[in-house]
């Protein structure tokens, strides 16, 4: 059996996970760590990464645990950062296997035919990808661990999380992962900005000002497929000074409903008075792929309903353009 056929039959698939947050120009040099590894890797900030083995295993002629302990006391002695690595055939598995290591740093090796059993015994919350309502609803019908979810029929788990969700969560129990890893940098961030014709005192026309912004910014959200994990508000006032603050969301989001809320307490935090505004800037920080969120149950009826009218918004404007739909206060402000 050649070396290429060897690592085929290997875990291939790395989830590192630094402890806690780290400051972005650490995260960028334990990501430069990485790229030493394998040419294939995907930032997920603002602490993880993913990383593709399977040509690193024979290029460097060991096997994943003494790969991954290699890296672990590489990054240790030259960041300071001592990462939690799991290492198993698919995404799924290998960051469930990161969640799982004790202590602030680690090496868990999910081999591929220890799957099944290695995922059972856990609590349905550790498996990736399952939030904690999507776990909570699990537990209320007695499905408390990941076998017992692996056994459920899949058009069960289907009904009781949803459609998508169910399906991806019935496969993932069963350690069925189609998802590869893609080469990705670190995410930029997303900025959206506005000028007033004329220096504004008008809360009014400020608020629907941020409300344009907020809108703005959540179709390029979406249509980029990120979520933001925080927004930056930054005021400009007369005379060229500015004022600025920063906020994290509950969850990462890319819904207009969650960035607007963050965006008036910004605005609010700022106490505005007397001060004559020339710009505002709304910037989403923090980026994360759409896709790593995990999705969440809501029994918000409102909500559903918002984001459905959100998705049907977005579906206009792609057609019509950005300017055909929106909410009315936010035209009230021209920029």
């Known amino acids: 059996m050649g070396a290429d056929e060897t690592a085929r039959e290997v875990s291939t698939v790395m989830h590192v996970r630094c402890p806690g947050r780290i400051p972005e120009p650490v995260y960028r040099e334990v990501l430069e760590q990485l790229a030493e590894l394998s040419p294939v890797v995907q930032a997920l900030p603002p602490s993880a990464a993913l990383v593709e083995l399977r040509g690193a295993l024979p290029y460097f002629g060991v096997d994943a645990s003494r790969l991954g302990q290699t890296l672990r006391v590489r990054v240790g002695a030259r960041l300071g950062v001592d990462v939690r690595i799991g290492i198993g055939p698919t995404i799924t598995v290998a960051a469930t296997a990161s969640g799982q290591i004790d202590g602030p740093g680690g090496v868990l090796v999910v081999a591929p035919d220890e799957v099944a059993d290695w995922l059972g015994p856990l609590p349905v919350q550790a498996l990736h990808g399952i939030g904690p309502r999507q776990a909570g609803v699990l537990r209320d019908y007695g499905i408390h661990c990941v076998g017992l979810l692996a056994a459920v029929p899949p058009a069960t788990v289907q009904r009781l999380l949803g459609g998508r969700a169910g399906r991806q969560a019935a496969d993932r129990a069963r350690g069925i992962d189609p998802d590869s890893v893609v080469p990705r940098a670190l995410p930029a961030s997303a900025t959206t900005r506005c000028t007033f014709p ?8 400020v608020r629907a000002a941020l409300l344009s912004l907020v809108v703005q910014l959540g179709q390029l959200l979406r249509r980029r497929d990120q979520a933001a994990r925080a927004l930056r508000l930054t005021l400009t006032f007369a005379g060229g000074t500015s004022w600025e603050t920063v906020r994290r969301l509950a969850a990462p989001s890319a819904h207009d409903e969650d960035l607007r809320v ?9 106490g505005l008075q007397r001060g004559r505004l020339t710009a505002l800037a709304l910037k989403a920080e923090d980026l994360v792929d759409a896709d790593q969120v995990a999705e969440q149950i ?4 409102a909500r559903e309903a918002r984001l459905t009218a959100e998705a049907v918004s977005d579906r206009i404007r792609a057609k019509y353009g950005p300017g055909a739909i929106g909410p009315a206060a936010a035209f009230r402000h021209v920029s």
């Not at 004329?198 to 026309?205: E, S, V």
């Not at 963050?262 to 700022?270: E, G, W």
């Not at 809501?298 to 009826?301: F, G, I, Q, V």
Request: glycine share 4%; charged share 30%; no cysteine.
């Open 198 to 205: 004329q220096h504004t005192l008008d809360g009014a026309d």
């Open 262 to 270: 963050l965006a008036y307490r910004l605005m609010d935090a700022a």
């Open 298 to 301: 809501s029994l918000d009826e």
